[in-house]
């Protein structure tokens, strides 16, 4: 009985579970239809999607093309405007496009030059001025701290006698003595009524200078006789090239310079015994050579070679009575002789404007020696016979037909002349020069060379109503 209701309980659940398996197959296969139709409306969505975006493209391409062929007949148009433009201007102007091109060049060519010449001329005139106040500051400058003596030299050596029976001794019996010394030392012996005094007369003043002290030694002695000067001469003029030496070589050490040669140090200093219109030629070189190197500092050039032109800019002056020509001549031949170099040479040979200057060191050497020689005490003229003499320049060159005005410059040392450009002409000119200096060589005396400039202007004015 248990096995039978057992067997039917089992036989009745296998249907059921049977139904709910088909009812799980059928939920799945639903579920799966409706996914798949849900994705299909999708596809469909966005198909639809990328057909309207492809029109849309499609028309906004068809707009660009009918944009671009728009323009393209705008662009036409233009250069087809361009061109009868181009021809009507050519018509009214009477010139074609490559004409009209290059003249429009040359006038924005002419405009340029204009330009840059007016700014060209402003520079000019700024680098002017601003060159001749830095060169005043330096002029200035140097010769404020440069502290020199006034001159107080002269001419005439004046040897004083212990009593006024030596002149008899020097004169001698018969005058034999004074014979003696004059055709042994070269030197005039000028014995006069001045009382316990004579004087010593010679170009030559370091033969001159030995002349002194071989009288100096013969008075203290007190044995005067012609073989005695003799003797005494010899020694003296020894005596006078070993303090030429030493002043040659204290010049160097005070000018800071090495390596000159002996004969230009012995020549250096034989000018201690040189005076040029009072003022004492080494001291005139020294001080000179001390200006010369505070501008060189100045301006930021080497000084050495600038104080080494300046310090024998003037030795040519202790030649002069041996060889011809122009001290500054002489000197730089001399100097060029005994080793030094061309700068220094040329700035010699060009300090007094006989040859152009070329260089920085000929220009400063030209400049220390105008400012030593120029300033207030450095040489002793009388103001008459300056002011005398500058009238006289003027009055000279006055004096020739033609001449409008004279005027002396520079300290007497230049005539600048102005000529009427209506009654003399460039020939006439030359002429005027020419004959003007030559009249001032030969009427004057005057120390260094006077430059004579003739000035002819020629004026083109128009006015604009």
């Known amino acids: 009985m248990r096995i039978s209701a057992g067997t039917a309980t089992g036989g009745s659940l296998v249907p059921i579970v049977a139904v709910l398996l088909v009812i799980a197959v059928l939920v799945v296969l639903v579920f799966r239809r409706s996914q798949a139709g849900r994705q299909r409306a999708e596809l469909a969505r966005r198909e639809q999607d990328l057909a ?20 393209e007949r705008s662009r036409g148009e233009v250069e087809a405007l361009a061109a009868r433009r181009a ?69 005439v050596t004046v040897f004083r006698l212990p009593g006024e029976e030596m002149k008899g001794r020097i004169i001698g019996r018969e005058g034999r003595n004074i014979r ?20 010593l007369s010679c170009f030559d003043p370091v033969r001159r200078e030995a002349a002194r002290l071989t009288l100096e030694q ?41 390596g000159l040669h002996p004969e230009l140090v012995r020549t250096l200093g034989s ?20 200006l010369a190197g505070m501008m060189a500092a100045e301006l930021g050039v080497d000084p050495e070679p600038v104080r080494r032109a300046a310090l024998l800019h003037d030795i040519g002056k202790a030649l002069t009575h041996e060889a011809e020509g122009s001290h500054a001549a002489v000197g730089a031949d001399f100097a060029r002789r005994h080793g030094e170099s061309p700068e220094v040479v040329h700035a010699i040979a060009a300090h007094h404007g006989e040859v152009e200057p070329r260089t920085v060191t000929a220009v400063l050497t030209q400049a220390a020696d105008a400012c030593s020689g120029g300033r207030p005490g450095a040489r002793k003229e009388s103001l008459e016979l300056y002011v005398r003499r500058l009238a006289r320049l003027e009055e000279i060159a006055r004096a020739h037909a033609g001449v ?38 030969a009427e004057l005396t005057y120390p260094g ?14 006015v604009a109503g």
């Open 52 to 71: 309207g975006e492809l029109r849309r493209l499609r028309q906004r391409e068809d707009e660009l093309a009918a944009r671009s062929a728009e323009l």
């Open 87 to 155: 021809a009507a201007l050519e018509r009214a102007a009477g010139l074609s496009a490559e004409q009209a091109h290059a003249q429009l060049l040359r006038e924005a060519e002419e405009s340029a030059r204009r330009e840059a010449a007016v700014t060209v001329r402003e520079i000019e005139r700024g680098a002017k001025a601003e060159g001749e106040r830095r060169a005043r500051d330096i002029l200035a400058g140097a010769i404020q701290r440069l502290a020199s003596e006034q001159t107080a030299e002269t001419a």
């Open 180 to 199: 003696a010394f004059e055709a042994v030392t070269g030197v005039n012996l000028i014995i006069d009524d001045t009382p316990a005094s004579v004087q």
């Open 218 to 258: 013969l008075v203290e002695d007190g044995r005067i006789q012609p073989s005695r000067i003799e003797h005494v001469h010899e020694r003296s003029r020894a005596e006078v090239e070993q303090r030429c030496v030493r002043a040659g070589e204290d010049a160097l050490l005070d000018a800071r310079i090495a």
């Open 271 to 290: 000018l201690r015994y040189r005076a040029s219109y009072g003022q004492n030629v080494l001291g005139h070189l020294l001080e000179s050579a001390h």
């Open 404 to 441: 409008a005005e004279a005027y002396a410059m520079q300290a007497g040392r230049e005539v600048r002349v102005m000529v009427r450009p209506d009654a003399v002409d460039d020939l006439g000119a030359q002429l005027i020069a020419r004959e003007v200096a030559r009249q001032v060589s």
């Open 449 to 462: 060379q006077i430059r004579v400039t003739v000035v002819r202007e020629s004026r083109a004015t128009a």
